[in-house]
T-cell receptor, first 112, second 112 residues
Framework: AQTIHQWPVAEIKAVGSPLSLGCTIKGKSSPNLYWYWQATGGTLQQLFYSITVGQVESVVQLNLSASRPKDDQFILSTEKLLLSHSGFYLC???????????FGPGTRLLVL | GDSVTQTEGQVALSEEDFLTIHCNYSASGYPTLFWYVQYPGEGPQLLFRASRDKEKGSSRGFEATYDKGTTSFHLRKASVQESDSAVYYCALSDPGNYKYVFGAGTRLKVIA
């Protein structure tokens, strides 16, 4: 069975500080990986996707970057956090384009 | 660009009431359509999906039919239960790419 793990579970960070969020998928080889951001009470906004190691495509610009250093790992980061970065960050995977996405448990971020 | 419109932001029903959540989409191609459900503090999980005109998706008593003519994928359930209380998202993915667009979400509250 496939499992998706996100870390950390929650973070409280200061404006201007760096951030790194992680996601690992186990039990699935070469999945497509995605990052989403969700404001409190808001919809899901796709940020990035990756279909192979080392390649990441940006969907929307939010002063964030992503990397895929390993087949099963997806990292979301920024060097300088903004207040607007607060929210719920979700990692997801799928088998192919237009396929069902399976979401992780999420990381809650509060920027003060 | 592609878009998904959910008319109802919040719906409050009593147990055994009939549910309809409206979803209309706009896409350049022939998208795959999804309904996801999200419980507090968790990532969304798939209810069902449909890829062709007139295809009906269903799960846990919920159902929706892909209607290309009216560009709709309305969610229905004949008799809701308190445990159905959650946020429901309609989403689409266009053919041949890895971008997913979610609607604003509909918060369903079912009162026992």
């Amino acid at each position: 069975a496939q499992t998706i793990h996100q870390w950390p579970v929650a973070e409280i960070k200061a404006v201007g500080s760096p951030l790194s969020l992680g996601c690992t998928i186990k039990g699935k080889s070469s999945p497509n990986l995605y990052w989403y951001w969700q404001a409190t009470g808001g919809t899901l906004q796709q940020l990035f996707y990756s279909i192979t190691v080392g390649q990441v495509e940006s969907v929307v610009q939010l002063n964030l970057s992503a990397s895929r250093p390993k087949d099963d790992q997806f990292i979301l980061s920024t060097e300088k956090l903004l207040l607007s970065h607060s929210g719920f960050y979700l990692c997801a995977w799928s088998l192919g384009a237009q396929d069902t996405q399976y979401f992780g448990p999420g990381t809650r971020l509060l920027v003060l | 660009g592609d878009s998904v419109t959910q008319t109802e932001g919040q719906v409050a029903l009593s147990e055994e009431d009939f549910l309809t959540i409206h979803c209309n989409y706009s896409a350049s191609g022939y998208p795959t359509l999804f309904w996801y459900v999200q419980y507090p503090g968790e990532g969304p999980q798939l209810l069902f999906r449909a890829s062709r005109d007139k295809e009906k998706g269903s799960s846990r008593g919920f159902e929706a039919t892909y209607d290309k003519g009216t560009t709709s994928f309305h969610l229905r359930k004949a008799s809701v239960q308190e445990s159905d209380s959650a946020v429901y998202y309609c989403a689409l993915s266009d053919p041949g790419n890895y971008k997913y667009v979610f609607g604003a979400g509909t918060r369903l509250k079912v009162i026992a």
